[in-house]
Protein backbone atom coordinates (compact mmCIF):
# COMPACT_ATOMS: atom_id res chain seq x y z
CA UNK A 1 0.00 0.00 0.00
CA UNK A 2 2.90 2.49 0.80
CA UNK A 3 3.97 2.06 -2.72
CA UNK A 4 0.56 3.35 -4.28
CA UNK A 5 0.89 5.72 -2.02
CA UNK A 6 3.75 7.31 -3.28
CA UNK A 7 2.75 6.32 -7.03
CA UNK A 8 -0.46 9.03 -5.65
CA UNK A 9 1.67 11.97 -4.71
CA UNK A 10 3.72 11.52 -7.90
CA UNK A 11 1.22 10.67 -10.56
CA UNK A 12 -2.55 12.03 -8.70
CA UNK A 13 -3.76 7.96 -9.05
CA UNK A 14 -2.93 4.85 -6.89
CA UNK A 15 -3.65 1.51 -9.33
CA UNK A 16 -2.84 -1.41 -8.19
CA UNK A 17 -3.23 -5.24 -8.01
CA UNK A 18 -4.33 -7.01 -5.12
CA UNK A 19 -5.36 -10.30 -3.74
CA UNK A 20 -8.22 -9.38 -2.96
CA UNK A 21 -10.31 -5.38 -2.76
CA UNK A 22 -10.31 -5.57 0.84
CA UNK A 23 -6.91 -5.92 1.09
CA UNK A 24 -6.18 -2.83 -0.97
CA UNK A 25 -9.14 -1.33 1.08
CA UNK A 26 -8.38 -1.77 5.23
CA UNK A 27 -4.91 0.73 5.08
CA UNK A 28 -6.90 3.26 3.60
CA UNK A 29 -8.10 6.15 6.14
CA UNK A 30 -12.04 6.41 7.45
CA UNK A 31 -13.80 8.82 5.10
CA UNK A 32 -11.36 9.47 2.85
CA UNK A 33 -13.11 8.96 -0.19
CA UNK A 34 -15.71 11.83 -1.74
CA UNK A 35 -17.07 9.29 -4.10
CA UNK A 36 -17.06 5.15 -4.15
CA UNK A 37 -18.08 4.21 -8.13
CA UNK A 38 -18.15 1.00 -9.46
CA UNK A 39 -19.72 -1.98 -11.12
CA UNK A 40 -18.73 -5.18 -9.61
CA UNK A 41 -19.14 -8.42 -11.26
CA UNK A 42 -22.71 -9.62 -11.65
CA UNK A 43 -21.72 -13.28 -10.46
CA UNK A 44 -22.65 -14.81 -14.14
CA UNK A 45 -19.19 -16.35 -14.33
CA UNK A 46 -17.45 -13.89 -16.58
CA UNK A 47 -13.58 -14.60 -16.97
CA UNK A 48 -12.60 -12.62 -14.20
CA UNK A 49 -15.26 -14.18 -11.27
CA UNK A 50 -16.23 -17.53 -9.89
CA UNK A 51 -20.05 -17.73 -10.08
CA UNK A 52 -21.14 -18.65 -6.18
CA UNK A 53 -24.49 -19.15 -5.44
CA UNK A 54 -26.52 -15.80 -5.28
CA UNK A 55 -26.33 -16.23 -1.29
CA UNK A 56 -22.55 -16.17 -1.08
CA UNK A 57 -22.32 -13.57 -3.63
CA UNK A 58 -24.54 -11.15 -1.57
CA UNK A 59 -22.44 -12.07 1.40
CA UNK A 60 -19.22 -11.33 -0.35
CA UNK A 61 -20.32 -8.06 -1.81
CA UNK A 62 -21.84 -6.62 1.87
CA UNK A 63 -18.21 -6.93 2.82
CA UNK A 64 -16.75 -5.13 0.56
CA UNK A 65 -19.77 -2.25 1.10
CA UNK A 66 -19.25 -2.54 4.47
CA UNK A 67 -15.69 -1.06 4.09
CA UNK A 68 -17.00 0.96 1.21
CA UNK A 69 -19.35 2.31 4.06
CA UNK A 70 -15.94 3.04 6.14
CA UNK A 71 -14.29 4.91 3.48
CA UNK A 72 -17.13 7.33 2.65
CA UNK A 73 -16.92 11.23 3.48
CA UNK A 74 -19.57 11.96 5.65
CA UNK A 75 -20.80 14.47 2.67
CA UNK A 76 -19.49 11.85 -0.26
CA UNK A 77 -21.58 9.63 -2.31
CA UNK A 78 -21.78 5.83 -2.96
CA UNK A 79 -22.78 4.68 -7.17
CA UNK A 80 -23.06 0.81 -7.10
CA UNK A 81 -23.93 0.01 -10.87
CA UNK A 82 -24.96 -3.48 -11.71
CA UNK A 83 -27.03 -5.53 -13.99
CA UNK A 84 -28.97 -9.31 -13.75
CA UNK A 85 -27.64 -12.34 -12.18
CA UNK A 86 -29.22 -14.96 -14.36
CA UNK A 87 -29.70 -18.67 -12.75
CA UNK A 88 -31.63 -20.61 -15.06
CA UNK A 89 -33.18 -18.46 -17.10
CA UNK A 90 -34.32 -16.42 -14.36
CA UNK A 91 -32.99 -12.62 -13.83
CA UNK A 92 -32.66 -11.41 -10.23
CA UNK A 93 -31.73 -8.05 -10.52
CA UNK A 94 -28.79 -6.98 -8.46
CA UNK A 95 -29.87 -3.32 -7.65
CA UNK A 96 -32.91 -5.00 -5.85
CA UNK A 97 -31.06 -8.05 -4.09
CA UNK A 98 -28.60 -5.67 -2.74
CA UNK A 99 -30.47 -2.69 -1.68
CA UNK A 100 -30.99 -4.12 1.71
CA UNK A 101 -27.19 -4.07 2.58
CA UNK A 102 -27.06 -0.76 1.90
CA UNK A 103 -30.19 0.25 3.81
CA UNK A 104 -28.21 -1.78 6.88
CA UNK A 105 -25.88 0.62 6.91
CA UNK A 106 -28.25 3.99 7.03
CA UNK A 107 -27.06 4.74 3.97
CA UNK A 108 -30.10 7.47 1.39
CA UNK A 109 -31.01 6.51 -1.83
CA UNK A 110 -30.99 9.78 -3.95
CA UNK A 111 -31.42 8.22 -7.49
CA UNK A 112 -31.76 4.83 -8.62
CA UNK A 113 -30.07 5.77 -12.15
CA UNK A 114 -31.21 3.68 -15.34
CA UNK A 115 -28.41 3.68 -17.87
CA UNK A 116 -29.61 2.75 -21.31
CA UNK A 117 -27.91 1.20 -24.06
CA UNK A 118 -28.88 -0.01 -27.43
CA UNK A 119 -26.98 -3.01 -27.96
CA UNK A 120 -26.31 -5.79 -26.29
CA UNK A 121 -27.36 -9.45 -25.73
CA UNK A 122 -29.51 -10.77 -27.89
CA UNK A 123 -32.20 -13.16 -26.16
CA UNK A 124 -34.78 -15.83 -27.69
CA UNK A 125 -36.95 -16.30 -24.73
CA UNK A 126 -37.19 -13.47 -22.84
CA UNK A 127 -36.73 -9.71 -24.33
CA UNK A 128 -32.98 -8.86 -24.50
CA UNK A 129 -31.84 -6.62 -21.44
CA UNK A 130 -30.89 -3.12 -23.08
CA UNK A 131 -30.06 -1.20 -19.28
CA UNK A 132 -27.81 -1.44 -15.99
CA UNK A 133 -29.02 0.22 -12.89
CA UNK A 134 -26.73 2.71 -10.68
CA UNK A 135 -27.87 3.10 -6.76
CA UNK A 136 -26.62 6.55 -5.96
CA UNK A 137 -26.48 6.85 -2.36
CA UNK A 138 -25.15 9.29 0.43
CA UNK A 139 -23.96 9.04 4.21
CA UNK A 140 -26.27 12.03 5.53
CA UNK A 141 -28.53 14.61 4.01
CA UNK A 142 -25.43 17.24 3.67
CA UNK A 143 -23.89 15.73 0.46
CA UNK A 144 -22.19 17.09 -2.46
CA UNK A 145 -23.64 17.81 -5.61
CA UNK A 146 -23.81 20.00 -8.95
CA UNK A 147 -26.29 20.42 -11.39
CA UNK A 148 -24.47 22.64 -13.47
CA UNK A 149 -22.03 20.49 -15.02
CA UNK A 150 -24.09 18.18 -16.06
CA UNK A 151 -26.90 19.90 -17.82
CA UNK A 152 -27.95 18.88 -21.13
CA UNK A 153 -29.94 20.57 -23.84
CA UNK A 154 -33.23 21.91 -23.34
CA UNK A 155 -35.80 20.76 -26.03
CA UNK A 156 -36.88 24.11 -26.19
CA UNK A 157 -33.99 26.34 -25.45
CA UNK A 158 -35.65 29.23 -26.90
CA UNK A 159 -38.90 28.95 -25.07
CA UNK A 160 -40.71 31.76 -23.28
CA UNK A 161 -42.95 32.77 -21.26
CA UNK A 162 -46.09 33.39 -23.10
CA UNK A 163 -48.47 35.72 -20.01
CA UNK A 164 -47.81 36.90 -16.27
CA UNK A 165 -44.92 39.15 -14.63
CA UNK A 166 -42.19 37.12 -16.50
CA UNK A 167 -43.69 37.38 -19.91
CA UNK A 168 -41.07 37.09 -22.27
CA UNK A 169 -38.09 35.84 -20.54
CA UNK A 170 -37.14 32.12 -21.43
CA UNK A 171 -39.04 29.76 -19.19
CA UNK A 172 -36.13 27.20 -19.26
CA UNK A 173 -32.42 27.37 -17.67
CA UNK A 174 -30.11 28.88 -20.53
CA UNK A 175 -27.31 26.60 -18.91
CA UNK A 176 -29.69 23.26 -20.11
CA UNK A 177 -32.02 21.10 -17.64
CA UNK A 178 -31.66 18.18 -15.21
CA UNK A 179 -30.51 14.95 -17.43
CA UNK A 180 -33.15 13.00 -15.36
CA UNK A 181 -32.31 9.82 -14.12
CA UNK A 182 -32.58 7.85 -17.38
CA UNK A 183 -29.03 7.98 -18.98
CA UNK A 184 -27.90 6.83 -22.92
CA UNK A 185 -24.86 5.96 -23.60
CA UNK A 186 -23.08 3.44 -25.68
CA UNK A 187 -22.15 0.27 -23.69
CA UNK A 188 -18.73 -0.19 -25.10
CA UNK A 189 -18.25 -3.02 -27.69
CA UNK A 190 -15.55 -4.14 -30.17
CA UNK A 191 -16.09 -0.80 -32.04
CA UNK A 192 -16.32 1.49 -29.26
CA UNK A 193 -13.63 4.12 -29.40
CA UNK A 194 -12.34 3.18 -25.45
CA UNK A 195 -12.39 -0.72 -25.61
CA UNK A 196 -9.44 -2.69 -24.29
CA UNK A 197 -9.68 -6.36 -23.62
CA UNK A 198 -11.99 -6.47 -20.52
CA UNK A 199 -15.21 -8.08 -21.57
CA UNK A 200 -17.34 -5.58 -19.48
CA UNK A 201 -16.30 -2.19 -20.01
CA UNK A 202 -18.04 0.71 -19.06
CA UNK A 203 -17.97 4.05 -20.99
CA UNK A 204 -15.46 6.77 -19.03
CA UNK A 205 -18.42 9.17 -19.58
CA UNK A 206 -20.65 7.61 -17.68
CA UNK A 207 -18.34 7.72 -14.82
CA UNK A 208 -17.65 11.37 -15.57
CA UNK A 209 -21.27 12.95 -15.21
CA UNK A 210 -20.72 11.24 -11.40
CA UNK A 211 -17.46 12.65 -11.05
CA UNK A 212 -18.12 16.18 -12.04
CA UNK A 213 -21.58 16.42 -10.25
CA UNK A 214 -20.24 14.35 -6.77
CA UNK A 215 -17.18 16.07 -5.98
CA UNK A 216 -14.30 19.20 -5.94
CA UNK A 217 -11.53 19.11 -7.85
CA UNK A 218 -8.84 17.32 -5.68
CA UNK A 219 -11.43 14.86 -4.16
CA UNK A 220 -10.98 11.05 -4.17
CA UNK A 221 -12.50 8.64 -6.03
CA UNK A 222 -11.76 5.36 -5.80
CA UNK A 223 -12.99 1.99 -7.38
CA UNK A 224 -12.75 -1.10 -5.56
CA UNK A 225 -13.20 -3.32 -8.88
CA UNK A 226 -11.59 -0.78 -11.34
CA UNK A 227 -11.16 -3.12 -13.81
CA UNK A 228 -9.10 -1.03 -16.77
CA UNK A 229 -9.39 1.82 -14.66
CA UNK A 230 -12.04 3.58 -16.30
CA UNK A 231 -13.24 5.23 -13.52
CA UNK A 232 -9.55 6.38 -12.48
CA UNK A 233 -9.30 8.09 -16.08
CA UNK A 234 -12.39 10.20 -14.98
CA UNK A 235 -11.49 11.49 -12.28
CA UNK A 236 -8.35 12.53 -13.24
CA UNK A 237 -9.39 13.45 -16.50
CA UNK A 238 -11.21 16.60 -13.86
CA UNK A 239 -8.67 16.80 -11.73
CA UNK A 240 -9.14 14.33 -9.07
CA UNK A 241 -7.36 11.98 -7.42
CA UNK A 242 -7.87 8.28 -8.44
CA UNK A 243 -7.89 5.16 -6.61
CA UNK A 244 -8.50 1.84 -8.14
CA UNK A 245 -7.59 -1.73 -7.45
CA UNK A 246 -8.23 -5.28 -9.08
CA UNK A 247 -7.17 -8.75 -8.95
CA UNK A 248 -6.50 -9.04 -12.75
CA UNK A 249 -2.36 -8.38 -13.36
CA UNK A 250 -4.00 -7.40 -17.23
CA UNK A 251 -6.52 -5.03 -16.18
CA UNK A 252 -4.41 -3.30 -14.11
CA UNK A 253 -1.54 -2.82 -16.20
CA UNK A 254 -4.33 -1.77 -19.06
CA UNK A 255 -5.48 0.82 -16.66
CA UNK A 256 -2.07 2.23 -15.99
CA UNK A 257 -1.40 2.39 -19.67
CA UNK A 258 -4.28 4.16 -20.18
CA UNK A 259 -3.48 6.97 -17.21
CA UNK A 260 0.03 7.65 -18.52
CA UNK A 261 -2.06 8.04 -22.64
CA UNK A 262 -4.04 10.11 -20.88
CA UNK A 263 -1.43 12.08 -19.69
CA UNK A 264 0.19 12.29 -23.05
CA UNK A 265 -2.80 13.40 -24.54
CA UNK A 266 -3.54 10.44 -26.59
CA UNK A 267 -6.08 8.55 -24.82
CA UNK A 268 -9.10 8.06 -27.07
CA UNK A 269 -12.54 8.68 -25.34
CA UNK A 270 -15.98 9.19 -26.31
CA UNK A 271 -16.63 13.02 -25.00
CA UNK A 272 -19.25 13.04 -22.30
CA UNK A 273 -21.21 16.05 -24.15
CA UNK A 274 -21.88 13.88 -27.84
CA UNK A 275 -25.08 12.96 -28.56
CA UNK A 276 -25.72 9.13 -29.54
CA UNK A 277 -28.53 10.28 -31.82
CA UNK A 278 -28.26 13.40 -34.03
CA UNK A 279 -30.89 13.79 -36.28
CA UNK A 280 -29.39 16.03 -38.32
CA UNK A 281 -26.73 13.66 -39.75
CA UNK A 282 -27.80 10.64 -42.06
CA UNK A 283 -30.30 8.10 -40.62
CA UNK A 284 -29.48 9.89 -37.08
CA UNK A 285 -26.03 9.19 -36.94
CA UNK A 286 -25.70 6.94 -34.26
CA UNK A 287 -22.31 7.17 -32.39
Same mark, same amino acid.
Given at each position: ????? @?????? #?????? +?????????????????????????????????? &???? !?????????? &???? #???????????????????????????????????????? #?????????????? &???????????????????? *???????????????????????????????????????????? *???????????? +???????????????? !?????????????????????????????????????????? #???????????????? @??????????????
Amino acid at each position: MLSAV @RKLQVD #RAAVMK +CQDNLSFMRPLSDGSMQLIVTSPPYNIGKSYEAR &SPLA !EYVKAQAQVI &SECV #RLLSPSGSLCWQVGNHVQNGEIFPLDMVLYPVFQEHGLRL #RNRIIWHFEHGLHC &SKRLSGRYETILWLTKSDNY *VFHLDPIRVPSKYPGKKYFKGPKAGQLSCNPLGKNPGDVWIFPN *VKSNHVEKTSHP +CQFPIELVERLVVSLT !EPGDAVFDPYMGVGTSVVAALKHDRLGYGCDVVQEYVDVAWD #RVHQLRAGTLQSRPMD @RPVYDPALPYGGHR
